[in-house]
């Protein structure tokens, strides 16, 4: 029983040693590789360096071009499509705003000339018909203070002739009365200077004949 595990140990032991060396020259190779590949590495990175700058390398130009065009025509796409038709849609409705305002002020413009016109025609319509009233007004006026001078004058007329009418029987009788007075002071005088006494129809013809 104690030979069998002897032995078995010492296969075990055997075992792992295998294992080992075969650990170990695995490793070696990898890391010969490592190695080899950090070279290459840094040798292509200072390659690189010394070479030229890439967008100015002709070796690149085709490929630039390609992605230069492949980008204007994704935008031209994206501008055709989206931002222009929406920029189109704003100047449009812009404009048609704006064709509505010079309309609206167009026709506000209109209406304020043809109510300036017809403010005028009215104006010069009252100032017409002002004018017509106040000449109408004034010959009337003028008929009627003709008419109340002529009845005036003729009342003025009428009340002078009868003052006149009144005055000159006034006179008249007055003059009978001076007469009368100066036949009686008369037929007196004769009396008292002794020639008689001298009637009244005698005195009043001698006195007509000396105011004849």
Do not use: C
């Not at 650990?23 to 190695?35: Q, W």
């Amino acid at each position: 029983m104690s030979q069998t595990t002897t032995a078995s140990t010492a296969e075990y032991q055997v075992a792992e040693g295998e294992a080992a060396a075969t650990t170990t020259e695995g490793a070696a190779p990898a890391e010969g590789h490592a190695a080899e590949g950090t070279t290459a590495g840094t040798e292509a990175h200072g390659g690189e360096h010394g070479g030229a700058f890439p967008p100015l390398d002709t070796a690149t130009y085709p490929s630039q071009l390609f992605w230069l065009i492949l980008f204007f025509a994704g935008l031209y796409f994206l501008m055709s499509r989206f931002a222009l038709p929406r920029l189109g849609t704003i100047l449009d409705n812009r404009k048609a705003r704006i064709d509505g305002d010079l309309a609206r002020a167009q026709a506000l413009k209109e209406e304020t000339e043809n109510a300036l016109k017809s403010y005028e025609k009215a104006l010069a319509d009252a100032r017409g018909k002002a004018n017509e009233i106040a000449r109408d007004t004034r010959d009337a006026v003028t008929k009627d203070v003709d008419a109340e001078s002529h009845k005036l004058d003729a009342a003025l007329a009428a009340k002078i002739s009868e003052a006149e009418g009144k005055i000159a029987k006034a006179k008249a009788k007055a003059m009978d009365a001076v007469n009368e007075i100066a036949a009686d002071s008369a037929a007196d005088i004769v009396a008292a200077l002794g020639g008689g006494k001298a009637t009244k129809a005698a005195i009043t013809k001698a006195l007509a004949g000396v105011k004849g």
